[in-house]
């Protein structure tokens, strides 16, 4: 193995102005505002975008009301130009759950920035394929299957590039006959639009100290599923938010359905991973809700689709990075833009992305290269996008602080004020990572969750399958752990290892011998649905999620 390593061949390389990690909603805007660029002021810039899904899309996984003012200043004439953006919010429900029934809030009473009319139910993985072939024609060059796996740095460490990952490497790392070098992507600038809890990125925030001064970044985990009912249970372009059952008063989340195209019906639940009970699965909370007798009735009689999960940022405004270091940035989910009361991100995305290509353009086109990008900065900070942060950035840690009933009535009344242009004077901070927020054990109580029926319900084997989530099998484990003792030694004994109910997909198990003796920590990670949640929840930090062979992963149909 070492007489391998020591024999690699120097990496080919390409050289671009710009080169993009990450073909999501950030990536490519970013990639097609910087070839409108150079269009408007006829100069010669080359663009990369790499993406490590199969294809464009096939990791994106959304609810996905989008507010269309990022698509509106990317691509004003969308609408003329056959964008899958056509499913436009006609109803907007608020329900709170209880064990059995539940309350709608009158639409009165809600923050009118909470309003969805005007907004466009979409697969946001069908939006990002379209534009991609927009990014194309303007001349982008877009790889997919190819993951960022090492950041390039010249000797004043300045970013200078990416590298994509070896392909043909054996589980013990050996080089197989397919075996061949990652190639290096090199730029003047590098954009980095990973999403939520990017490996790459996280490296840059932690090198660069990016997050010095900031309150740490919160997240969740959103689980969603794709159906198609009855078409006499169907009603196109109804929003429908709920909160409360099955999560305690003290476990933030919700779920959403949305009714879109012929007769299909998104339907996710959210859980925050700031959640106390390490006896929690946010999996099977999801399961349960189905059950809810005012959610039930929908599914009955329909097909499930699709089935995917990933984390999301939910920091907000006092958890956003410093977006830039020299010789790139960090754009969309890589730095937190989510709003989280209007569960929205993918038009800051969007818009983020744009910024960030302006400053790149007019650096290259200045002659300049590997210095930090600070005209994004500036931008930022006068844009929509602050502002629209700004104004709720209580609203999180009310909820995290007060709970579901109290917390969310304070964060209502603090967006109202916004409204009126009276905001609270000062910015709530949010404590703890996520990671240090559970209880030990044998403090909290087991959670016996119903056996999934079949029909609406269902185990995480099935649902990875509907994921068409691939991996080669002999290939390094993507999913490394620093301590290999740890799991069994410590987090099974304080926390009944909460890694075998917080992973979506059954990638985490326990397993022991027949007499229950001798546990072990099995990690099935040709399962791994790339949503990070490991990285971001494991009380001990031992998880660190790093890209598998490019291509790997779930392949996300209409998600």
Known sequence: MSDQADALPEREYMEYDVVIVGGGPAGLS?????????????????????????????????????????????????????????????????????????????????????NNHGNYIVSLGNLCRWLATKAEELGVEIYPGFAGAEILYDENGSVTGVATGDMGVAKDGTHKDSFMRGMELRAKYTLFGEGVRGSLSKELIRKYRLDEGREPQKFGIGLKELWEIDPKKHKKGLVQHTMGWPLDNNTGGGSFLYHFGDNLVSVGFVVHLNYKNPYLSPFDEFQRFKQHQAVRDTFEGGKRISYGARAITEGGFQSVPKLTFPGGALIGCSAGFVNVPRIKGSHNAMLTGMMGAEAAFDAVKDGRSGDELTAYTEAYEKSAVYKDLKRVRNVKPFWSKFGTMIGLAFGGIDMWMNNLGIGLPFTLKHGKPDSATLKKAADCKPIDYPKPDGKISFDKLSSVFLSATNHEEDQPVHLRLKDPEIPINYNLPMYDEPAQRYCPAGVYEVVRDDDGSNPRFQINAQNCVHCKTCDIKDPSQNINWTVPEGGGGPNYPNM
């Not at 964008?83 to 009118?112: I, K, S």
């Open 30 to 114: 970013a990639a097609i505002r910087l070839r409108q660029k150079a269009a408007e002021e006829d100069f010669d810039l080359s663009v990369c975008v790499i993406e490590k899904g199969s294809e464009v899309g096939a990791h994106i996984l959304s609810g996905a009301v989008v507010d269309p003012v990022g698509l509106d200043a990317l691509i004003p004439d969308w609408r003329e130009q056959d964008a899958p953006v056509d499913t436009e919010v006609t109803a907007d429900h608020f329900v709170y759950l209880g064990p059995a029934g539940g309350v709608r809030v009158p639409n009165f009473l809600m923050p009118p920035l909470m």
